[in-house]
């Protein structure tokens, strides 16, 4: 079993930063990608971005590029979010998950950590 638990979220004005972090325990040598999503009020989940433990990176959606950045640290078992220029559209919950093969599922999930952008 793998557990994540995420940090860093908070209240935020526009136009101001944020990281995230995704913490990894228990057998993290089985995870070879991990996840960030994202969910609003109302809304359904949002794939963000993925890194693998290459480092390769998925592309980022069109609404949190050249803003968001993910970054993994192999040695401390964590994954990074790096938000910038933060819009109140980024509100939402913010979750982590694990993914132990190309293309599977994410098996993995933390318990989220909320984001709020507002003035």
């Known amino acids: 079993q793998v557990q994540l638990v995420e940090s860093g979220g908070g209240l935020v004005q526009p136009g101001g930063s944020l990281r995230l972090s995704c913490a990894a325990s228990g057998r993290t040598s089985t995870v070879d990608a991990v996840g960030w999503f994202r969910q609003a009020p109302g809304k359904e989940r949002e794939f963000v971005v993925a890194?693998?433990?290459?480092?390769?990176?998925?592309n980022y959606p069109d609404s949190v590029k050249g803003r968001f950045t993910i970054s993994r640290d192999n040695a401390k078992n964590t994954v990074y979010l790096q938000m910038n220029s933060l819009k109140p559209e980024d509100t939402a919950v913010y979750y982590c998950a694990g993914q132990t093969r190309e293309y599977g599922p994410y098996e993995y999930w933390g318990q989220g950590t909320q984001v709020s952008v507002s003035s």
């Open positions: 890194i693998r433990r290459s480092g390769a990176v998925t």
